[in-house]
């Protein structure tokens, strides 16, 4: 693992301007920076960039945070991956702590093989460009195919010399181990020799998400039908073909600004596509779909349309990719080519207008898909057409949201003209029988009542969820301030009775709100906002001044760094309407800190209060004797009268 001084020392000399400048056109506002968002498509700017604070915001899409999450949000770095990124970028040597033999062997070697498929990457393209061979026989058959020569490079596409040890002699001479050679699979050794692998084929170098080589793909170009047409690397420490994409480094931008993954079988799919304008394609290197590769697709967007061949002859078995990007509760539409044709053919031949056109046009809902695929074999046979249906609702029972299963159900009856309540009834039957929790019937009116419920249950979590909002804005703006504040104090008069006084209190924010929460014993019911708020506690209470947002946003839990970010930089927004040239000022909170402070924490007990009084009345309703609750519901009224009217004076 990485030493937390070396992330310290990342954090401490990564500017943030000068990382996102590479990616994005920013100008000067202000003290800040301004440019067109990299995530959507706008005219406008709504990028802001704080040189001061070491944050960015997006308020197009709503995403922010620090550099590292920059990196992590647009190249789709893991967290280690940006923290090695900037190390590499600013010539700091990363320090790893200390690791068992084992451990450190185990990262040698796989950092060791890296560097040879990295090495055999080079090699192949070398050989594609500069022998008389690799022009001659690989540079032939990609020109045949249509591929331009950016579109090589672009890919790494390379060529295997029509040699048994051509990379294996070459590769030794420069000092890499045969031991990594195999392991990579790159030389098959033998007891009297070494063998190429991928000898006298085309190269398709596969790479993973942050553009590491991890392993090949190879077409062999001769006609002997004795030798497989294409050849994948062997499964190794560095290469795992169910979790590895043709294309995603490619496309993973494109893919997160265009909000769909569109997947197709073969890498040459994949750099046709591309060429033609579709940046936003990958595909599985010719194996089954897995749920790893559904699921690093999911990192980046939750709509994938599945691209099939016009006489693609296993269409049917494909329907299996369908249900499992079902069960990750991602999107799915499929589009068929016209017959004759797959993505490459299809690409090549189209201007990308006509294609996008094409794809928008003929993608259609799964459920559509799969029962216009099955109709047909069930028209005069009511058996097979109940086995038909019942095969949809299957896939529609792998949907994890109950709300888009009803839609689905909704949909299916339609298209193969059957009654709801019959599909409700096979889908509680499905649920049955895989012993899920869900064992009742689903009926429409019941569903209908639960998302009222789910409703109403939302609009009241939404009142907490923007009061404790409330409570991190004030602490991440104001919390180190010292301010006074008034204190109540009850005290009894001459005839008894309770009078309710104030005195004056000199604290800090941070301090007046977490004793202020202590004493009502209330805790954040959010769980970022809650980690968010102990964090701030934290920092204050060590005395370590005013805040040090660099410091606090050292994680890689984007979520909690994008709500810092979206709190922090809320005022900035108005710097990219240039307001202020306007003669339109806006208005700064910092002279009613205290009025702010004491009407969020009694907005907050009031809630409570009010929960507690609707707690309370359920209640008597099941009580035969309820005088006791009853009174208990009139000192909770009491008390909610009077904080209205303490409320009624802060405001």
């Known amino acids: ?69 920059f990196l992590m949000e647009h190249e789709h770095f893991t967290y280690p991956e940006a923290i090695r990124y900037l190390a590499k970028k600013y010539n700091i040597e990363i320090e790893e702590t200390e690791q068992t033999p084992e451990e450190k062997q185990i990262k040698d070697t796989k950092e060791s093989m890296f560097l040879v498929v990295q090495y055999a990457a080079a090699f192949f393209e070398k050989n594609l460009w500069e022998t008389e061979a690799g022009k001659s026989i690989g540079l032939t058959y990609f020109k045949e195919r249509g591929f331009k020569d950016e579109s090589l490079k672009k890919f790494a596409l390379g060529y295997s010399p029509d040699s048994y040890d051509a990379l294996s002699k070459q590769a030794q001479k420069e000092g890499y181990k045969l031991d990594f050679l195999e392991k990579t699979g790159l030389v098959i050794v033998n007891e009297d020799r070494q063998v190429d692998r991928f000898r006298a084929r085309v190269i398709f170098p596969i790479r993973s998400m942050s553009g590491r080589v991890q392993g090949f793909g190879g077409r062999i170009l001769s006609q002997n039908n004795k030798i497989a047409k294409y050849l994948n690397s062997p499964e190794s420490e560095i290469y795992n073909k169910s979790k590895a994409l043709y294309g995603i480094f490619e496309s993973k931008q494109s893919i997160a600004k265009n909000d769909v993954c569109y997947l197709v079988e073969g890498y040459t799919d994949v750099i046709q596509m591309h060429q033609s304008g579709i940046t936003n394609v990958v595909s599985s290197s010719g194996t089954a779909l897995t749920v790893d590769q559904i699921r690093i697709i999911n990192r980046l967007t939750s709509n994938i349309v599945v691209l099939f061949d016009g006489d693609a002859a296993g269409l049917r078995a494909s329907l299996r990719g369908i249900d499992l990007i079902l069960e990750q509760g991602m999107n799915v539409r499929v589009c068929t080519f016209p017959e004759g044709d797959d993505p490459d053919s299809f690409a090549q031949s189209r201007p990308t207008e006509e294609i996008n056109n094409f ?136 005839q008894g009775e309770l009078i309710e006084e104030t005195q004056k209190i000199s604290a800090k924010v941070y301090e007046k709100i977490f004793l202020d929460l202590q004493q009502d014993e209330i805790e954040l019911s959010h769980e970022t906002f809650k980690k968010i708020f102990y964090k701030l506690i934290d920092f204050y209470q060590s005395d370590q001044g005013d805040l040090n947002l660099e410091k606090i946003m050292q994680t890689d839990d984007l979520i909690q760094n994008e709500i810092i970010t979206d709190l922090v930089m809320k005022e900035e927004q108005y710097q990219l309407h240039d307001w202020e040239k306007r003669n339109v000022f806006v208005k700064v909170k910092g002279s009613e800190v205290v009025r702010l402070v004491s009407e969020t924490i009694l907005s907050m007990r009031r809630y409570l209060i009010d929960q507690k009084i609707i707690e309370l009345q359920l209640e008597t309703k099941e009580q035969d004797d309820n005088q006791e609750t009853l009174r208990e519901i009139q000192m909770y009224q009491g008390l909610r009268n009077i904080i209205s009217n303490k409320l009624h004076r802060v405001i």
Request: with cysteine.
């Open 1 to 69: 693992m990485i030493s937390r001084s070396t992330i310290d020392k990342v954090y401490e000399t990564a500017r943030l301007e000068e990382v996102i400048g590479e990616y994005v056109t920013l100008k000067k506002s202000g003290a800040n920076f301004k440019g067109l968002s990299p995530f959507t498509q706008e005219r406008t700017p709504s990028f802001m960039v704080s040189p001061a604070k070491q944050i960015w915001k997006d308020f197009s899409s709503g995403k922010g945070g620090n550099v590292i999450a």
């Open 359 to 494: 794809l928008e046009e003929q993608s259609k809902d799964f459920i559509q898909f799969k029962a216009s695929l099955l109709s047909d074999e069930g028209k005069n046979d009511p058996i097979r057409k109940a086995e038909i249906i019942r095969e949809i609702v299957e896939s529609i029972h792998k949907i994890p949201d109950a709300i888009k299963q009803e839609i689905y159900i909704q949909n299916c009856a339609e298209i193969m003209q059957i009654s709801e309540d019959a599909l409700f009834s096979a889908l509680a039957q499905i649920n049955q029988k895989n012993k899920q929790k869900a064992t009742k019937k689903f009926i429409p009116n019941e569903s209908v009542a639960l998302v009222k419920k789910t409703t109403d249950l939302a609009a009241k979590v939404d009142r907490v969820f923007e009061l404790e909002r409330q409570i991190i804005s004030i602490l991440l703006t104001y919390g180190n301030q010292k301010l006074d504040f008034e204190e109540p104090i009850s005290t009894t008069n001459e």
